[in-house]
């Protein structure tokens, strides 16, 4: 087992799934909300019905790609020759098509990046 990549597998782990948890409650709620001051604009920024998904996607594709990389990262830590390029791209194709999946439920379809996620996803899958 390799001890340096199973704790940057658990700090990969950690990160992303704080970073979805604790920027759901607190940084995405604050992008959101109608800034405070002189130089407040006349609207909060959720009135744009496309931003609110749009950051929420933006930000959690973050959180999901962190926890796609820490399952590599595991994944090698466990294995005596490393990681082995089949798995690797296993996992590629899993973290895209959980970002896919994402995509579709966040933005429900809108955001074109979908497509795209869906299309690497299944390239990574089908070159194993």
């Known amino acids: 087992m390799n001890l340096w990549l199973l704790a940057g597998g658990l700090l ?12 759901e409650k607190g940084g995405l709620q604050g992008l959101l909300r109608r800034a405070d001051g002189a130089e407040a604009q ?19 594709s973050l ?22 390029w089949p798995a690797a791209l296993r996992l590629v194709a899993a973290t895209f098509l959980a970002l896919t999946v994402l995509s579709l439920v966040i933005a429900r379809g809108r955001h074109i990046g979908w497509m795209w996620y869906a299309a690497a996803a299944v390239a990574a899958w089908l070159s194993t």
């Open 63 to 84: 959180s999901v790609t962190l926890l796609g990389f820490a399952g590599m990262m595991f994944t090698a830590a466990f294995r005596s020759g490393g990681l082995a």
């Open 42 to 60: 006349s609207r909060r920024a959720s009135d744009d019905p496309t931003l609110p998904a749009t950051l929420r996607l933006t930000w959690h």
């Open 12 to 23: 990969l782990l950690g990160g992303g799934g704080a970073h979805a948890v604790r920027g």
